[in-house]
Structure formats: C-alpha cells, structure tokens
C-alpha cells in the first residue's frame, strides 16, 4: 500500500498537519480523518455539490479533490462559517427564508452562496440560479434557497457583513 | 478507491520522467474532475498520479500579439475571467462557462478536457474553431497536433506512452472577427452536449463578407469534428441567411451522431443545423462588434 503522507493546510484559519494515504480525497480525510462531518458526502462523483468547500477562495467538490491536493492550501468548511457568537447572514437568511429541509445539501449551497456573493455582491435571481447550479437540493425545489441568497445579498449591502 | 502512489513534480523535464519510467501505468492529473471519478469507477487504474498542477509550462495563460497560450493544467475559470479572452477568443469562454458548475470550473482545465476525449467535450470545438495546436512533450521530444486531429475516439487520442499534453497554442485573432461556441441541452446548465456547435468568422472591413470561418461539432460523431467544407463554403461568400444556411446545411451533412437517451439520430442532425447557423451568427454579430 502507498505510504501515508503528512499534510499541511490551514482550515477555518487553523494550520492542520494531517496524515493521509494518496487515495484518500479531501473530502474522506474531512470526515473520517478530521472530525469534520459538516461537510457532507452525496453522489462522490462531482454531480450533487454536497462537499463543497473553499479551496484558496474557490468552491470545489471536495470528493474530487485528492487530500494531497490541499498541501499548502487555505480551506474553509462549513464549520469556518458561523462566528462564535451566532450565524453567518447567510445561515441566518437560509433559516428565515425556510431554505432546506433534510439538510444535507446545506452546507453545500451556503459555501457555494457565500463564494457567489464574495465574487458578486448583488446577483441576479438568474446569477444565482446558475452559479448555484452544481448543488442539487431533492426538498426544497430551489425557490427558497435562491430568496435566502437574495435576503442574504441584501444583508450584505446593508453591510451587515 | 485503488491504491496509487502521487507525485507533484515541479518541473516537466520531471513529469516527463515519471510518466516514462512508470510506462503507461501513470497518469496525470491537473483538474481531478475525470481522473478521480475514473479512478474510483475502476475505469482507469493508474498506479502512479502525476500532478502537473506545480509545472509552470503547464500553467501558462499568456495574451500576446502572437496570440494566446493557454497551459493544459489552467482551469476553466481563469479562462473566463479573463476579459481579453472573453473578448478574442469568446468561443473558448463560452465553453469554460458551461462545463460543469462552479465547482468543477474551480479545477477542471481545458487540456484535461481534451485529453479526456469525449464525443461531447463542451471545449474541443471551441479550440477547432479557434485553430488552436496541442502542443505536447514527450521521451522523443516535443510535436504539435492540430486539435481537430488530437481526438481518435471515444477516449482515445493521439497520446502516446509517456506523453503529456503541455500546452495549446491559438494563432492571433484578425481583425473583424468573432466566435462563439453553443450546446443544446434540454435543461439550463449541468449536462452534456447533445450537439455543441464552436464557430469563428473573419469579416472583410464592411462587415458584410465572411474572409474565413471554422466551424466544429461535437457530441454528433466519435470525435469532436472540424467541418472542413461547410467553413470553406463560407469564405468570400456573403453574410446572409443563404450563405449561412449552406454553411449549417454542409456541416450537418458530415454529423453521424447516434441514437441514445440523449437525443435520436433525426433530432440530433436537426439540432446541427440550427445551432450553426445561432452560432455562425452570433460569431458575426461578435465581428461585427468587435470594431
């Protein structure tokens, strides 16, 4: 078997030093290596958006990227989005726009939203629909997470964050 | 998922060694949006991944008025963020802007999707249309291939044991000219190809003559295809509806799609038609802009 490797990478602000084998991905090392199941496996295939994370600013798969990968990077997960006194506005949109049900796609959609509004600080219902559009949600039919975005771009420019 | 060893070579002279002293049992991986899904379906089987993501060959995404160099590791977003090329080389943005979503646009390059070889890449007509050359390394040396020849079928391409994809090149834009690159999907956006159409057209200085076109299919053959006479019909011809309905009709005429959940033979030589000529004037209206 290939030898494990250590892994230096800073996530949610933090270094980490992790030990992973080459076939490990990112997302398997989050989760099983880490403790950090905030970030959720769907389809494991770059289809369903559930492991999305910010990789150096950037929302990627995280099944699809190797844990070797990340050696050097800067990674943020869910678990990096609330402050320690609440919810990020996007969080707290999703909550009062009733924009999941089951939860698992969650964390997904709001690293996917918040790489959206850092890029783009007033999206259209359009925008967001198609930046949005490699995570897939089967409860709530979408229209409500597109308003949470919306409320939350909206607290945005009321500089509430 | 299969057990391999990774290597992230800084150098090419070095990936080059690795893939050659791993003789086909190697592969490298730039965006991961394939490579590690194949991996883990048990479709490929490497026993060595290369990341080429540290070469600064492969990483290259230089403008100059020779034209545009683009490394095969880049990935999608750079390319589309990018006003110059959003401007000169419109088609290869359009097709960056719609392979995958967001995540896989953060990883997946160009290069990857060339060397992955699907019938229905979103970027390969793009880069025929766009006359772009691969340019690629190898133990022998370095060649270059015009895209329209690089894809043999279904997954197979010109690449030969230890070779690696290094770069594409795109000869300058003239001035005059426009291009586009447009897919039928029945959704919005996440899907594949049904038919993908890439075009580029030089105008004459009034904007009413085509000088050249290129026109490129995919998703309708085994290969991406280059459609040789339905371009050359253009040339010197008038922009209007008989011209470039010729042009769609010549390049349907080469389609030999298949039929699957996708889409039937008749729908798909349908659909050719139509998106050459949305995308041959789109190409025109970007030209004609372009002054």
Redesign the interface.
Known sequence: ??KK?VVTTTINGRTTEFLC?????LLEVLRDVLDLTGTKEGC????C?AC?LL?NG????S????A??ADGAEIETIEGVAPADGLHPIQQAFLEQAALQCGICTPGFIM?AK??LAENASPSEEEI???????LCRCTGYDKIVRAVQQAAEMRQEARF | ??????D?PTSLADALALLERHDGRARP?AG??DL??H???GRLAPDL?V?V?KIAELNRLELSKNGLRLGAAVPC?KIYGNPDICRLYAALADSCRII?????Q??ASVGGNLCNSGPAADSTPALIALAATAVIAGPKGQREVPVESFCTGPSRNVLERGELLVELRFPARPANSGSHYRRFIPR???DIAVVGVGASVVLDSTGQKFVSARIALGAVATTPLFAEEASRLLAGMPVDDSSITRAAEAARSIAKPIDDMRGTIEFRLHVTKVLTERVLREAVARARAQK
Not at chain 1, 44 to 47: A, D, E, K, L
Not at chain 2, 1 to 6: G, L
Request: net charge neutral; aromatic share 8%.
């Open positions: 078997m290939a490797r084998e080459p076939r490990q991905t494991s295939n770059g289809n958006g999305t990789m950037r929302p990627v798969d099944c699809l990227v190797l070797l990968e996917s790489a959206l629909r198609f930046y949005l559009a490699g995570n | 998922m299969r057990d391999f060893e990774y992230a991986l991961g949006t590690i899904d991996v883990r379906t991944i990341d993501k977003f995958g979503g967001i995540q896989i953060s990883r919005n956006e996440m």
